[in-house]
C-alpha cells in the first residue's frame, strides 16, 4: 500500500517537473525534451535533479 502511494507521487512530481520544464521560453526545445525524457525516466532521482539542481538556474 505504502509503495503504491510512493510510486503515484513520483509520477505526479515527474509531470510537475514536466509541465515545468516546457513552461520555460529561454532553453532549448531539444534541451527541454531530453530534460523531460531523463526526469519521466528516472522519477524521484529526475525530481530531485530538476528541483536542486536545475530550477533555480532556469
Given at each position: 500500500m505504502i509503495a503504491t502511494?510512493?510510486?503515484?507521487?513520483?509520477?505526479?512530481?515527474a509531470?510537475?517537473?514536466v509541465l515545468d520544464i516546457f513552461k520555460h521560453n529561454k532553453l532549448e526545445p531539444l534541451f527541454k525534451v531530453l530534460l523531460a525524457?531523463?526526469?519521466l525516466a528516472f522519477s524521484w532521482v529526475g525530481f530531485l535533479v530538476y528541483y536542486l539542481l536545475i530550477r533555480d538556474k532556469i
Open positions: 502511494i510512493v510510486y503515484i507521487a513520483g509520477i505526479v512530481a509531470v510537475w517537473c525524457i531523463a526526469v
